[in-house]
């Protein structure tokens, strides 16, 4: 099928083309009015990779290990900035979404390689996070079998609005639920001299505790956050000015999903008072663990409202990447915003992996670990994707925006490291 014609915002500027130029007279109200205008997709994707999969993870960190870990979390901050930056420059820059590029720049094989991860990636995010509603569904003795087809209901229900910007607001309004983990944390009044003594017992040599580090790799790094940023940029019909607006999203983003995450590690190891070594058994049990600090029913209640938040937000934005990702890589139109007859094959792609999900989620016994392997599965993942987006930083962006010299070198050699200490935790756990 011949492709459709692209229009003048599908087409790469020329390389040194200059951006467009801001008005002069910049005021405060501007200042705000080009934050309510540009900011969402990097804050939206950072909320979403603070998902079911990825409390649980780090729940079972503080649980095992105490607060050996909540450093990892933070040193991971600038390489989750570098990475999702690059991933915004394709969009801005280039005009196009990362799957369309690879497929550009690489051919079928590498089409093929980037659509393979991304398709295991959104299923194992998506199965973590419909499983994370359940789990909460059961606190309160609701069935799987009702609460799993409302909430694919409502995300296809999202999809169905066809304008990405309510798509969006949608998604970050669950997605700020997870904040309420920051107020647990700072009632849990972890213990400052515990802190540091854990930091300065590493355990490296345990297999199990590099297993869990790979999980929170994993768990920090999704292989649908580059193609869902680069293509929410293009659907929001951002340009090159929104650049330093654009980065300060992705920034503050990725600074907040890493705090939110470690609070919940804090939380746990709080209570566990510099870990136990015992597992955790299920999403009830994390939230039993947090009704000391606020009380059984508000500990609850703020328990269920951070991972169903996280869960309904990581869903949308997991599976929309999917969509529009595969729907780039294949040459298909992935817009929410085209006439009926163009939306069928992209709401068909986003209604299956959700409805699929779900199915699957009915016979998921084992939600903690299996979460935990989901997060391993991204950290195996990474170095493929990430090796593609830095090559694609390097060679494929316009001159003013491109990855080079000292910068490429660095950036190469981070990820690099950060990819290959994932890639062996992996392994480690094997053993």
Same mark, same amino acid.
């Given at each position: 099928?011949?492709?459709?014609?692209?229009?003048?915002? @599908?087409?790469?500027?020329?390389?040194?083309?200059?951006?467009?130029?801001?008005?002069?007279?910049?005021?405060?109200?501007?200042?705000?009015?080009?934050?309510?205008?540009?900011?969402?997709?990097?804050?939206?994707?950072?909320?979403?990779?603070?998902?079911?999969?990825?409390?649980?993870?780090?729940?079972?960190?503080?649980?095992?290990?105490?607060?050996?870990?909540?450093?990892?979390?933070?040193?991971?901050?600038?390489?989750?900035?570098?990475?999702?930056?690059?991933?915004?420059?394709?969009?801005?820059?280039?005009?196009?979404?990362?799957?369309?590029?690879?497929?550009?720049?690489?051919?079928?094989?590498?089409?093929?390689?980037?659509?393979?991860?991304?398709?295991?990636?959104?299923?194992?995010?998506?199965?973590?996070?419909?499983?994370?509603?359940?789990?909460?569904?059961?606190?309160?003795?609701?069935?799987?079998?009702?609460?799993?087809?409302?909430?694919?209901?409502?995300?296809? $229900?999202?999809?169905?609005?066809?304008?990405?910007?309510?798509?969006?607001?949608?998604?970050?309004?669950?997605?700020?639920?997870?904040?309420?983990?920051?107020?647990?944390?700072?009632?849990?009044?972890?213990?400052?001299?515990?802190?540091?003594?854990?930091?300065?017992?590493?355990?490296?040599?345990?297999?199990?505790?590099?297993?869990?580090?790979?999980?929170?790799?994993?768990?920090?790094?999704?292989?649908?956050?580059?193609?869902?940023?680069?293509?929410?940029?293009?659907?929001?019909?951002?340009?090159?000015?929104?650049?330093?607006?654009?980065?300060?999203?992705?920034?503050?983003?990725?600074?907040?999903?890493?705090?939110?995450?470690?609070?919940?590690?804090?939380?746990?190891?709080?209570?566990?008072?510099?870990?136990?070594?015992?597992?955790?058994? @299920?999403?009830?049990?994390?939230?039993?663990?947090?009704?000391?600090?606020?009380?059984?029913?508000?500990?609850?209640?703020?328990?269920?409202?951070?991972?169903?938040?996280?869960?309904?937000?990581?869903?949308?934005?997991?599976? $929309?990447?999917?969509?529009?990702?595969?729907?780039?890589?294949?040459? $298909?139109?992935?817009?929410?915003?085209?006439?009926?007859?163009?939306?069928?094959?992209?709401?068909?792609?986003?209604?299956?992996?959700?409805?699929?999900?779900?199915?699957?989620?009915?016979?998921?016994?084992?939600?903690?670990?299996?979460?935990?392997?989901?997060?391993?599965?991204?950290?195996?993942?990474?170095?493929?994707?990430?090796?593609?987006?830095?090559?694609?930083?390097?060679?494929?962006?316009?001159?003013?925006?491109?990855?080079?010299?000292?910068?490429?070198?660095?950036?190469?050699?981070?990820?690099?490291?950060?990819?290959?200490?994932?890639?062996?935790?992996?392994?480690?756990?094997?053993?």
């Amino acid at each position: 099928m011949a492709r459709q014609p692209m229009n003048p915002r @599908d087409r790469s500027p020329a390389a040194g083309t200059p951006p467009r130029a801001k008005p002069s007279g910049s005021t405060r109200r501007s200042v705000f009015a080009t934050i309510g205008a540009v900011w969402g997709p990097g804050l939206l994707v950072m909320l979403a990779d603070t998902d079911a999969g990825n409390i649980v993870t780090a729940a079972e960190s503080g649980a095992r290990w105490g607060y050996r870990l909540a450093p990892l979390l933070l040193l991971l901050v600038p390489v989750l900035i570098v990475v999702q930056d690059l991933a915004v420059r394709i969009g801005l820059f280039r005009q196009c979404g990362f799957g369309e590029l690879v497929r550009e720049r690489f051919g079928r094989v590498g089409a093929f390689v980037a659509a393979a991860a991304l398709v295991v990636a959104t299923l194992g995010s998506l199965v973590t996070e419909l499983t994370g509603i359940a789990g909460v569904g059961e606190l309160y003795g609701a069935s799987r079998w009702l609460v799993l087809p409302l909430a694919s209901l409502t995300l296809i $229900l999202v999809a169905l609005t066809g304008e990405y910007r309510r798509v969006e607001r949608v998604a970050l309004l669950f997605g700020l639920f997870e904040l309420s983990f920051l107020v647990v944390a700072w009632r849990s009044h972890p213990s400052g001299g515990e802190i540091i003594r854990d930091i300065a017992d590493q355990k490296l040599t345990d297999f199990s505790y590099l297993y869990l580090g790979a999980g929170l790799i994993g768990a920090t790094f999704n292989p649908w956050m580059i193609f869902y940023q680069a293509s929410a940029v293009v659907e929001k019909r951002l340009s090159p000015s929104d650049y330093r607006a654009a980065r300060w999203d992705t920034a503050v983003g990725a600074v907040l999903t890493q705090l939110v995450t470690a609070s919940v590690l804090v939380a746990i190891a709080a209570l566990k008072r510099g870990g136990t070594g015992a597992s955790l058994n @299920d999403i009830g049990e994390i939230s039993q663990v947090l009704t000391p600090f606020l009380g059984e029913a508000t500990g609850r209640i703020v328990f269920s409202a951070g991972v169903v938040g996280a869960a309904m937000a990581a869903a949308i934005v997991s599976s $929309l990447a999917c969509a529009w990702g595969l729907g780039e890589i294949f040459g $298909l139109r992935r817009s929410l915003e085209r006439e009926a007859r163009h939306r069928l094959g992209f709401l068909s792609g986003y209604a299956f992996w959700v409805v699929g999900s779900a199915i699957l989620v009915l016979f998921v016994p084992d939600l903690i670990w299996l979460s935990i392997g989901m997060q391993v599965l991204n950290t195996v993942l990474l170095p493929v994707v990430v090796a593609l987006l830095v090559i694609l930083a390097a060679t494929a962006l316009p001159e003013s925006a491109r990855l080079r010299g000292w910068r490429l070198w660095v950036t190469a050699g981070v990820v690099g490291l950060v990819a290959i200490a994932g890639v062996a935790g992996a392994f480690a756990g094997l053993l």
